[in-house]
């Protein structure tokens, strides 16, 4: 999958609240910590786990289905197994019919998920994480490929 820097960063100026599909509580993974991230750099996220609905996480309630969550969203991030991508979009589509943008996360791809969103006009991502394009995009990567907050003069 090839995306241009100019599309992924006009997804990631434009949306402003995003619900991350399959969020965990656990800080250790990586759907919790990039859905803390985005939180971090101002975006509203929306958590979505059906085995944690109703709890808080993130100073959000978290919905046990895109079909729960009240408000609309711009962009749907997904952290689950690509066999489940296509219920996930429709689901999406479904709910937010002018939905801005569906993102899989690195290793999550189906093809005729996304060119179902695609034929409605909604921007797909496959295969990509919006926290690691952001730091890439807007000049947070450092050594490594890591955000240490250390600039070596020697680079």
Same mark, same amino acid.
């Given at each position: !999958?090839?995306?241009?820097?100019?599309?992924?960063?006009?997804?990631?100026?434009?949306?402003?609240?995003?619900?991350?599909?399959?969020?965990?509580? %656990?800080? #250790?993974?990586?759907?919790?910590?990039?859905?803390?991230?985005? *939180?971090? %750099?101002?975006?509203?996220?929306?958590?979505?786990?059906?085995?944690?609905? *109703?709890?808080?996480?993130?100073?959000?309630?978290?919905?046990?289905?895109?079909?729960? #969550?009240?408000?609309?969203?711009? !962009?749907?991030? =997904?952290?689950? @197994?690509?066999?489940?991508?296509?219920?996930?979009?429709?689901?999406?589509?479904?709910?937010?019919?002018?939905?801005?943008?569906?993102? !899989?996360? =690195? *290793?999550?791809?189906?093809?005729?998920?996304?060119? @179902?969103?695609?034929?409605?006009?909604?921007? #797909?991502?496959?295969?990509?994480?919006? %926290?690691?394009?952001?730091?890439?995009?807007? *000049?947070?990567?450092? !050594?490594?490929?890591?955000?240490?907050?250390?600039?070596?003069?020697?680079?």
């Amino acid at each position: !999958m090839d995306y241009s820097d100019a599309l992924l960063r006009d997804i990631l100026t434009r949306v402003r609240t995003i619900a991350v599909v399959g969020v965990s509580a %656990k800080p #250790v993974r990586p759907s919790y910590y990039v859905a803390r991230y985005l *939180g971090l %750099k101002g975006y509203r996220v929306v958590p979505v786990n059906p085995g944690l609905a *109703g709890q808080d996480l993130l100073g959000e309630r978290v919905y046990g289905s895109l079909a729960d #969550v009240p408000e609309d969203v711009h !962009m749907i991030d =997904i952290f689950r @197994r690509s066999e489940a991508v296509p219920a996930i979009v429709d689901e999406a589509l479904e709910r937010w019919p002018q939905l801005d943008a569906i993102w !899989m996360q =690195i *290793g999550v791809r189906h093809v005729e998920a996304a060119a @179902r969103a695609e034929a409605q006009g909604v921007t #797909v991502i496959q295969d990509r994480c919006p %926290k690691i394009e952001y730091q890439r995009l807007f *000049g947070e990567l450092r !050594m490594g490929g890591f955000a240490t907050g250390i600039i070596s003069s020697k680079l």
